[in-house]
């Protein structure tokens, strides 16, 4: 008996693009012109949020270069070790302050350009996922994106307790040159630390919505997750002072407790969901499910 759309009563309720492509399938060729053209938007957002980027530079770098400015160093601040009444960088070559006004721009452009490419590589996706894997997608990004916002803000405050104590490791005589290029690098580093670490409770509810971690199995390696997330502050952060491992460390476990007490309620509403196999005899077939709810969204692209 052949299947017919859900809630249709004949061939003309079904919807055009079904009609001309039941199975929801695209040619190869296809696939990689959509792609391009998204690749396209992509690229042009990134372009104009770089120009913004470049053309605000002074406000941006102000921003940065704040952490580095409230520091002393041996009870003076940073910029009279060289006898400047501000905090000072140096720039030991030519390219370096064009490649700096170019990294900032493109990291600027990043930021500003994130609503574009995250919609893109969403609409890309998205038709070929069954409605229950986008569901979880919506609560990825939805979640993702201020989570990484949290842990850079965590980085902002960490940076300069980290920087006063690798500083502060300067023996009294000794004039330590930090140039922009190293100071970028570890504010680039912290943030990134700090972001991708925030992350990881998101991901653990994500593997209990898949079916693979349990809230069993969750509460057993409980004090394994909490160790590793101080193990991994301990390690990951540039600076070893312990304020910027707890300030790392502090915040993600919280967060763990959160993803916990997440898994314990998903499994307890799951419990509470009856299986489609149960009262079937292990000879039978589980019926099909002909709502929709497990059907691929992807339909003729356009």
Avoid at 43 to 59: D, M
């Amino acid at each position: 008996m052949p299947l017919r759309w859900p809630g249709s009563g004949d061939a003309a309720a079904v919807p055009p693009s079904r009609q001309a492509n039941p199975d929801g399938r695209m040619p190869l060729v296809e696939h990689i012109r959509e792609l391009r053209s998204r690749l396209l938007k992509v690229l042009l957002a990134l372009t104009v949020g770089s120009i913004v980027g470049w053309i605000f530079f002074g406000p941006v770098w102000k921003f940065i270069e704040r952490p580095y400015c409230k520091i002393e160093i041996h009870g003076r601040p940073a910029g009279a070790l060289y006898g400047s009444k501000t905090c000072a960088l140096f720039v030991t070559g030519i390219f370096d302050s064009f490649f700096l006004h170019l990294k900032i721009a493109v990291v600027v452009g990043i930021l500003i350009s994130s609503p574009v490419w995250l919609y893109q590589l969403w609409a890309f996706v998205a038709p070929g996922l069954y409605r229950r894997e986008r569901r979880w997608t919506y609560l990825f990004v939805g979640t993702a994106v201020p989570l990484f916002a949290l842990g850079g803000a965590f980085a902002y405050l960490a940076m300069t307790r980290g920087l006063q104590f690798l500083l502060g490791l300067v023996p009294n005589g000794a004039v330590p040159i930090i140039t922009i290029n190293t100071y970028l690098g570890y504010a680039m580093a912290m943030l990134l630390i700090f972001g991708v670490a925030f992350e990881v409770p998101l991901t653990l509810v994500i593997l209990n919505l898949a079916g693979v971690l349990t809230h069993d199995r969750f509460r057993k390696w409980r004090r394994m997750m909490i160790f590793g997330v101080f193990a991994f502050a301990a390690v990951a952060t540039p600076s070893p002072d312990p304020i910027t491992m707890l300030l790392l460390a502090v915040p993600c476990v919280v967060l763990v407790e959160l993803a916990e007490i997440a898994v314990w309620a998903n499994d307890r509403r799951r419990a509470r969901r009856p299986s489609p196999d149960e009262g079937l005899s292990p000879d039978e077939a589980a019926p099909l499910d002909l709502d929709g709810t497990d059907e691929p969204a992807r339909a003729d692209r356009r």
